[in-house]
């Protein structure tokens, strides 16, 4: 599988797209603050690219240096997994604060896939999970 390549000012602007992913897993590394901009022009685009191509998406979500949420776009994320919540196929959280895990076991029904939580030291065990 295809791995995607970024322009070097979108991986410095936006919260990491790790080498692992490929064109039906995206890995993501949470490094900076979750912003509007960064869930619309490098997140959405991504998954709904998965969507077109494999009518499915599969997420790998590693909260490495968590920092929150821009209010906006946490309400953003609500109303977007209602949109492609039914096409999730496979979430893997690597170490989630407590809160977002609160938050993702609210949006569980709106999620058709699996949901697995892991810690740090499962990275690989998550990603591959989500490949799987």
Not at 9 to 36: A, G, H, Q
Not at 63 to 85: C, I, N, R, S, V
Not at 91 to 114: C, F, H, N, R, W
Request: glycine letters at 4%.
């Amino acid at each position: 599988m295809a791995t995607v390549q970024l322009p070097q000012d979108i991986e410095e602007k936006f919260n990491t797209i790790m080498p692992e992913t490929t064109d039906d897993t995206l890995c993501l590394r949470i490094d900076k603050p979750i912003s509007v901009e960064g869930y619309q022009e490098n997140f959405l685009p991504r998954i709904w690219k998965m969507v077109e191509d494999h009518g499915e998406i599969r997420l790998m979500t590693y909260y490495h240096d968590y920092q929150g949420w821009e209010e906006e776009a946490a309400m953003f994320d609500m109303a977007a997994t209602l949109q492609y919540g039914k096409y999730l196929k496979k979430l893997a959280l690597v170490d989630a604060p407590d809160k977002l895990v609160t938050q993702y076991m609210v949006k569980k029904s709106l999620i058709s896939g699996e949901v697995e939580f892991f810690e740090s030291h499962q990275l690989q065990d998550a990603i591959a999970w989500t490949k799987s």
